[in-house]
């Protein structure tokens, strides 16, 4: 496999399930994001992960957990969600982070888990 | 106002014909900028990237970035049924690497 891969790619459940995203990237990078896609809203940034630890938490509910193991997978742990957490969830990788910005880097991305919280 | 900002559309052209898409971001110190395509239910595919004033063609895309404007656009020409999609802008914000996403504006090309 090459790029970025997401499973699942659909996921249906109810507010009371507790499910698992998992992303894997095989570039050899060492950021990896977590995006969630509304419609009609531009893409948010949830999670930055750096060298494994977490760099960027942009006010997620905690209803959102992320892990990150190791620099080539990435969790998004899911529980008690609501309807309006229905979107697609991106996960996305980039050779490196800066907390100082400025680099060149281009993120790549999965093709994304369609979740949908009845 | 919006961090970055784009017309939802959509835009529609001919085939054969010059799109514009255009974008405006409001971080005057901003670096990077993105061209992303999203074709409707898949995930977003890098197009261009841009860092200095000025044009950067890439085959039918050129992205022109102009910095004391505050605008970066996306030209595809000789446009095809093909590039019918949905083209998000974005920009990294001034001493950050985090990427701020337009809304992306919807085009389509028809026969």
């Known amino acids: 496999e090459t790029g970025v891969t997401q499973t699942p790619r659909h996921l249906v459940m109810g507010m009371t399930n507790k499910k698992s995203l998992k992303c894997e990237q095989h570039?050899?990078?060492?950021?990896m994001y977590w995006y969630k896609q509304s419609a009609k809203k531009p893409l948010e940034l949830m999670f930055v992960?750096?060298?494994?630890?977490?760099?960027e938490n942009n006010s997620v509910p905690s209803r959102f957990s992320p892990e990150c193991p190791n620099s080539s997978h990435l969790f998004l742990h899911l529980h008690t969600l609501q309807p309006e957490d229905s979107a697609l969830y991106l996960c996305?990788?980039?050779?490196?982070?800066?907390?100082?910005?400025?680099?060149?880097?281009?993120?790549?991305f999965g093709p994304g888990t369609r979740l949908t919280v009845l | 106002q919006k961090e970055v900002e784009q017309n939802s559309g959509p835009l529609s052209v001919p085939e054969g014909a010059i799109a514009s898409l255009n974008c405006t971001y409001s971080?005057?110190?901003?670096?990077?900028f993105f061209w992303y395509r999203q074709y409707s239910g898949k995930s977003p595919e890098l197009i261009m990237s841009?860092?200095?004033?000025g044009d950067k063609e890439d085959g039918r895309f050129t992205a022109q970035l102009n910095k004391a404007s505050q605008y970066v656009s996306l030209l595809i020409r000789d446009s095809q049924p093909s590039d019918s999609a949905t083209y998000l802008c974005?920009?990294?914000?001034?001493?950050?690497?985090?990427?701020?996403f337009g809304t992306g504006t919807r085009l389509q090309v028809f026969p």
């Open positions: 570039l050899g990078h060492n950021a």
């Open positions: 996305a990788s980039s050779q490196e982070w800066s907390l100082a910005g400025g680099s060149t880097d281009t993120q790549y």
């Open positions: 971080d005057r110190g901003s670096q990077s």
């Open positions: 841009i860092y200095s004033n």
């Open positions: 974005a920009v990294k914000g001034h001493n950050t690497d985090k990427l701020i």
């Open positions: 992960y750096s060298l494994e630890e977490r760099v």
